[in-house]
């Protein structure tokens, strides 16, 4: 009974629910189920039989309870062995009975039994499939006691004692079928085709036994075939590559219902000696065994390959995660499935320091697994280790169990978009969640991106006009209609011809310095002659170049770029008056005046705002998106020198929004005079104290080497006298006509952790952070005092992924937070908490409490998202962002950490001004932990173990980074 034939009425069944939805169905696009194995040795009777017997009821009985014990654990196929050596449990015309079967080679069971008939039944009947396992190249397995090369143990129709020029002596005292003979791959080939024909075995499976060794005696057979070769090596993996090639196209021309795969040795080649192998040092399948195990699923020779990863998490030699990654890059996009082969033998080891202690890695290796889309399945070996280990058949019991209650009638769910929607977008990403076990359409296409859990993500086409897309699932289906709008045509309609006032420019007071650009703008008719009359003279402006378009009357955008002109005299403010703009349509002319004035800010006219909010930020340009560059503080004043739309601008370039200053006029000059600069170092911070006669504003800046301290409208400045065991080698003052400037630079292998001003009553303070350093013992972050932030929370839902405002970003960020929260506390650290619950926390109040408590460090968390026309299933990885040069190295170590020992993604490492991390203070870093739309990064999201783990290698770096040697001048 092949694979096909146990689904059937499945699959009649869903296509008479689902065949319009469907049209393109069919049983070669399912999904698979995962494979659940168990290895079956015959070879020294390790599984079965117990022992050699010719009695059928026993071998019989020894079957069932096999199969029974297997199907009691959820397993869902066995790999039987039945070829240990040059024969067979299974009567065949090519090889003779095998004496693990009977206890003598050549000797047949009685009554005429066949075993693997019956062995292919039984398994059958309990919906497991059965896979044949081969070893194709050998001849004898001997024990310790028995005598080296013994053709004497053979029978006389064993093809090896026939053919006794087609074997090769080895030194571990056993024959082997010299792979580099024609005539031997076609035995292996003929004896596998046989199996076929006689019985309905669901594959075919080699193990990881090819060449013996690198010692292996054909060097006859190489000067016979190997001419064309640059040395032995490279033609014994060709032997073993066309062994199976050749025999990859044998088996789908018997039957395309079997399935073929290998289960080789985990590490094919490692990377210091190959580049394209894994970080491990072990034995190697291609140099060892002239096995290119990689080039067979490259070639898509089989259908799915079981990597032997016998390792432990963790083991230095060869570390069963990077293994597993490597594998699961090595088959990505090849159509080869993964199973992994696991080591159950090595579980229940006695020893308490061993890993395999209990059962507790085996089963951290399956959830490992789970988080791996590429991994289709697990082998275990093999049967004896669970017959032996009521403990681990248990546990695999349990944990298969637990996976079919997860998977259980899922019905699909659309996140993303919730509902039918209208966007200007060509193309659209979906984002779901649906039952992992049954196949997925999309307007009968078949969806194959899904991670382990039933979450996917998928880009569409959206064509203009109504685009309707069902999924569909057994009994569930669920519809979106997106509608995308026409591309708008150039230019907007207008009811009537005018300059409509809303589209003329200032709509709010505009002022400049002489000498300054402003753009001058309105709208009205496409075809119009349009000008601007503004300090008494006329100007004309240019049209954007809409053509107009029959009888329509379309807005076209007209500018004039304006220069403000110079003015003499006392310094002062001079209004311009209104700009008023003036439009001849066809012969139809019309006026419209501008709502607010322009007007010209003389150099230092006594024109000042002072600042009336205890912090605000200063922008580089009149907006906000480009993120804050500076805080000045409550009561500083400067003069302005610009005024657009909500911000003003002071004397230092910088813009400040309206709101948080008062504007006034004066008669006064505004000038510091600085009194006193005083220089002092206490327990973590070093000062610089001035006494200023004004309170200007003061700008703070440190590019990894000097710290800055700009002071607006200051006469000379006061040098002050540098302790030694300051962190500053230098101080210095540069002076120009209106700004002084304090210049530190650090000394040579010298650090700073933070720097920040504040305002005092008789002047400012700048202050400089040195570096903070880790304790000894247990507790290295024993006083060090850490903010965490988790991004988003209450309204602010943040990024959405496959199960929509269920674990959205906030509660990630929330869980990761608590989770780091106690890593830091375990490691002695004082951790401050911007939320602890799900509630609204805006961007200031983030900052502020950043501010107010000046910790050690500041870190941020989030997950990441993209646009809703971005292919986000293909976006993955882990990033870190931070402002400031002193905060670039816990980023950078932070983001290696998290690379290095959990196989992330790197996303890099960005230097970007967001809200949070402009704390000057201290060492502040935002988090990108992943993408929550991508599926399988949303399963790892989510994923309470793999959280606890990020959490664990984030507070790992913490300490790591506080513990790097920083010279602080004591």
């Known amino acids: 009974m092949k694979k096909i034939s146990r689904i059937g009425i499945t699959i009649v069944l869903f296509a008479l629910i689902l065949h319009m939805l469907t049209p393109n169905a069919s049983s070669d696009a399912k999904h698979k189920e995962e494979l659940r194995g168990l290895w079956v040795a015959t070879v020294l009777n390790i599984d079965y039989p117990s022992k050699p017997t010719t009695e059928p009821e026993i071998q019989k009985a020894e079957a069932v309870r096999i199969l029974e014990h297997a199907a009691d654990m959820g397993l869902n196929a066995v790999f039987l062995q039945v070829r240990p050596a040059s ?264 020893d308490p320091q061993s890993p395999w202690h209990g059962v507790s890695e085996i089963k951290k290796q399956l959830e490992l697994n789970l988080k791996n889309s590429e991994v289709k399945g697990s082998i275990f070996f093999s049967y004896n280790s669970f017959d032996k280990n009521p403990a681990l058949s248990k546990e695999i019991q349990g944990f298969y169990k637990q996976q079919n209650e997860v998977n259980i009638n899922i019905p699909i769910s659309v996140s993303r978009p919730a509902d039918n929607m209208k966007t200007s977008l060509n193309q659209f990403y979906f984002n779901g969640v649906s039952d992992p076990n049954k196949p997925l359409y999309l307007n009968g296409q078949l969806v194959e991106n899904r991670s382990p859990r039933g979450y996917f993500g998928i880009l569409m086409p959206i064509e203009e006009g109504e685009n309707l897309f069902t999924f569909s699932q057994a009994n569930s289906v669920v519809t979106r209609i997106i509608y995308r709008e026409p591309a708008s045509a150039a230019g907007k309609k207008m009811s009537t011809a005018e300059i409509p006032i809303a589209s003329v420019f200032p709509q709010d007071q505009e002022y400049r310095m002489p000498g300054e650009k402003i753009t001058l703008s309105c709208q009205a008719p496409a075809g119009s002659k349009v000008t601007v009359s503004i300090g008494g003279k006329s100007y004309t402006m240019k049209a954007s170049g809409l053509t107009a378009s029959g009888e329509d009357i379309l807005a076209d955008t007209f500018t004039y770029v304006y220069t403000v002109p110079d003015h003499s005299g006392t310094p002062r403010v001079v209004d311009l008056g209104v700009p008023e703009y003036k439009m001849d349509y066809n012969g139809l002319v019309k006026t419209s005046k501008a709502p607010a004035k322009i007007g010209i800010i003389m150099k230092n006219a006594p024109f000042y705002a002072e600042v009336i909010e205890e912090t605000i930020d200063t922008y580089a340009t009149p907006v906000s998106s480009n993120g804050a560059a500076y805080e000045i503080y409550k009561g500083m004043t400067d003069y302005v020198t610009g005024m657009t739309g909500n911000y003003a601008r002071i004397s230092s370039g910088q813009w400040v929004n309206k709101k948080g200053i008062n504007i006034y006029t004066t008669r006064s000059q505004l000038q510091a005079t600085i009194k006193k600069a005083e220089y002092n170092i206490g327990e973590k911070w070093e000062t610089l104290q ?130 780091l929260q106690a890593e830091l506390e375990h490691l002695g650290a004082t951790v401050l908490m911007t939320r602890t619950t799900d509630m609204n926390v805006s961007l200031e109040a983030r900052l502020a409490a950043s501010r107010k408590a000046r910790p050690d460090m500041f870190i941020s968390i989030h997950a990441n998202s993209m646009a809703d026309n971005v292919d986000i299933s293909k976006v993955d990885g882990f990033s870190v962002f931070y402002r400031e040069k002193f905060a670039q190295l816990p980023a950078e170590i932070v983001s290696k950490h998290v690379i290095d020992n959990l196989g992330r993604n790197s996303k890099g490492i960005h230097n970007k001004n967001f809200y949070v991390t402009r704390g000057t203070w201290t060492p502040s870093i935002l988090i990108e932990s992943g993408f929550v739309p991508n599926p399988n990064e949303f399963e790892w999201l989510i994923d309470e173990n793999e959280q606890t783990g990020l959490a664990k290698n984030i507070a790992d770096a913490v300490v790591k980074y506080f513990e790097m040697p920083k010279i602080t001048g004591k």
């Open 87 to 350: 024969d067979a449990i299974y009567k065949s015309r090519y090889f003779p009975w095998s004496k693990y079967l009977t206890g003598s080679q050549g000797q047949a069971p009685k009554d005429d039994f066949d075993p693997l008939k019956f062995w292919v039944e039984e398994a059958h009947k309990r919906g497991i499939e059965l896979h044949a396992w081969i070893n194709p190249y050998r001849g004898t397995k001997k024990t310790a006691a028995e005598p080296n090369h013994d053709f004497a143990s053979l029978h006389a129709s064993n093809p090896a004692k026939v053919n006794p020029n087609w074997m090769v002596k080895h030194t571990d005292g056993n024959l082997y079928y010299d792979p580099g003979l024609p005539e031997v791959r076609q035995l292996v080939i003929d004896g596998v085709l046989e199996i076929i024909e006689n019985y309905d075995v669901d594959g075919i499976h080699f193990d990881d036994y090819f060449y013996p060794g690198k010692d292996f005696n054909d060097k006859a057979t190489y000067e016979k075939y190997g001419k064309g070769f640059a040395n032995i090596n490279d033609w014994r993996r060709e032997n073993v590559n066309l062994l199976i090639r050749d025999l990859s196209k044998a088996i789908k021309a018997a039957s395309k219902d079997v399935r073929f795969g290998i289960s080789p040795v985990g590490i094919w080649a490692n990377n210091n000696t190959n580049p394209l192998g894994s970080d491990t040092r072990g034995m190697q399948a291609y140099y060892d065994q002239f096995a290119d195990s990689r080039k067979w699923v490259k070639e898509g020779w089989l259908d799915y390959i079981a990597p032997q990863i016998y390792w432990n998490i963790g083991f230095a030699v060869a570390d069963y995660s990077k293994l597993l990654s490597w594998w699961s890059d090595t088959v990505h996009g090849t159509g080869v499935d993964l199973y992994i082969g696991q080591a159950a033998y090595r579980a229940g080891n006695s």
């Open 690 to 819: 001035l006494e200023l006669s004004s309170p200007v504003p003061a700008f703070s800046s440190f590019d990894g080497n000097v710290v800055k301290l700009e002071i607006s409208n200051a006469a000379k400045g006061v040098l002050p006298v540098l302790p030694p065991d300051s962190v500053f080698a230098s101080v210095s003052i540069l002076q120009n006509a209106q700004n002084v400037q304090y210049i530190f630079a650090l000394k040579n292998d010298h650090s700073i952790e933070g720097y920040f001003v504040e305002k005092t009553p008789d002047g400012l303070v700048l202050n400089t952070k040195k570096p903070i350093a880790a304790a000894d013992g247990n507790e290295p972050l024993s006083g060090i005092v850490i903010m965490l932030d988790p991004g988003h929370g209450g309204s602010d839902s943040g990024a959405l992924g496959p199960l929509g405002l269920d674990n959205s970003e906030k509660t990630i960020n929330l869980n990761t937070a608590l989770k």
